[in-house]
């Protein structure tokens, strides 16, 4: 891999060379400190900053060929009469497309990597490897696959390789409590936790979920999957909107990573995700975007704004009930940017998140001469509340500009 140098970048508001090596933040120093004349590339840094890049830990990346194809309308409605009988005439062709127009969208929008749920897994690694990108790709576990269809995912993965050498990882992503039955929940644990893979699944997403899971069940989801011996600090559990305060100490307990997808939840109304619990609790929480079909984009700078702003409008009263007004100090800037970065990248075991000598060169430069930026008081708080895509001049994962 071909040296890179950054020349008068602005790094937490110094000016400063880095050397990318390896794919790793090398040397960080003062400009003119670091010899450029052996380094292949070379990136004039003037007028801009660098930040950590993104990492989106939920989404569906194929479903952007069904960006506003069924919106306004609920969870339960959505899925079973329009997205999965779409769903069961997408083709590997199609998937194929879907997932490159997700990946040109979140490298565009500062993603480096994203974690999905989907089918046709051979077409979208296919694409994230091309891109430069990093991916954990989900190999979706349903109840209604048959044995022949699991078995053919379980060889898929003993014989598979990452193309990338260390881009994209497999992670086994059995769908919802509603949709996977207990033998399979534990069966797929078992497996997944036998290969080192991790695992990522909707949780408590929606009322009407809990509901169902107390009628057949008896318990609430995270109670259900904590009985099962699912849940574990290799469990990355999206959305968990409908989570109370023991739930929440459950989870921090297992060390379970929570990803919040606030637009999807807004938009199909599944409720506010209780931050001042999830907060509390010390769990590690993440962001996601959810599908293009429910968001409608894979923004993730977008999410984390969102996420701010409806922390701060609403706040939850100790009985649960929410009310008008909430705390404008709920969910800074920089919290929920270490959310989306520092906390995204940790949960996937990727040594990033961070501007720092010795780990992976996962960045964002940053055009400060962008009229979103200026003035520019607070760098985070700009790129949280007031950025868009066109102040990203350059998304860098390991080391290397992606799409180029």
């Known amino acids: 891999m071909k040296d890179t140098v950054i020349k008068n970048v602005l790094l937490n508001g110094t000016p400063s060379d880095i050397l990318i090596s390896e794919g790793r933040f090398a040397k960080i120093a003062a400009p003119a400190q670091i010899n450029s004349e052996n380094a ?7 007028g801009k900053a660098i930040i950590p890049a993104l990492y989106n830990t939920h989404t569906h990346a194929a479903m952007t060929l069904m960006r506003g194809f069924a919106d306004d309308m609920a969870l339960e409605k959505w899925l079973t009469e329009y997205v999965w009988p779409f769903e069961d005439k997408l083709t590997d062709s ?4 879907g997932s490159e127009i997700a990946v040109k969208e979140m490298i565009n929008s500062g993603s480096v990597f994203f974690n999905d749920m989907y089918f046709g ?5 296919d694409i994230v490897a091309k891109s430069g990108m990093r991916a954990a790709i989900g190999v979706t576990v349903m109840e209604n696959h048959s044995l022949a269809v699991e078995n053919e995912k379980l060889d898929f993965i003993k014989n598979w390789s990452d193309p990338t050498g260390g881009r994209i990882q497999l992670v086994m992503a059995p769908h919802a409590v509603y949709t996977v039955g207990p033998a399979k929940l534990r069966r797929t644990a078992e497996f997944a936790r036998n ?17 169902n899971c107390l009628k057949e069940h008896g318990m609430t989801p995270v109670r259900y999957l904590d009985s099962l011996g699912f849940l574990g600090p290799d469990v990355i559990a999206a959305h968990c909107v409908y989570v109370d305060r023991e739930e929440w100490d459950i989870l921090a307990g297992r060390g379970v990573t929570v990803s919040h997808c606030p637009c999807s939840n807004m938009k199909i109304s599944s409720g506010r995700f209780p931050y001042e619990l999830a907060l509390s609790s010390g769990c590690r929480i993440t962001l996601g975007t959810d599908g293009a079909s429910s968001n409608n984009n894979l923004d993730l700078r977008e999410e984390m704004k969102f996420a701010a702003l409806l922390a701060k409008c609403v706040s939850a009263k100790n009985d649960g009930s929410l009310e008008n007004g909430g705390n404008p100090e709920l969910l800074p800037a920089v919290e929920v940017f270490r959310w989306a970065s520092r906390n995204g990248a940790l949960a996937f075991g990727i040594d990033g998140g961070e501007i720092a000598e010795g780990r992976v060169a996962d960045a964002l430069l940053i055009d400060l001469n962008n009229v979103r930026m200026r003035p520019c008081h607070n760098l985070i708080s700009n790129f949280v509340y007031s950025a868009d895509s066109d102040c990203i001049a350059a998304t860098i994962c390991d080391g290397r500009i992606c799409g180029e």
């Open 121 to 125: 897994i051979d077409q979208t690694i």
């Open 40 to 46: 292949a590339n070379v990136m004039d840094g003037t």
């Open 195 to 211: 290969h080192g893979m991790r695992l990522h699944i909707h949780v408590a997403e929606t009322a009407v979920e809990v509901q």
């Open 94 to 97: 199609d998937i194929r497309q």
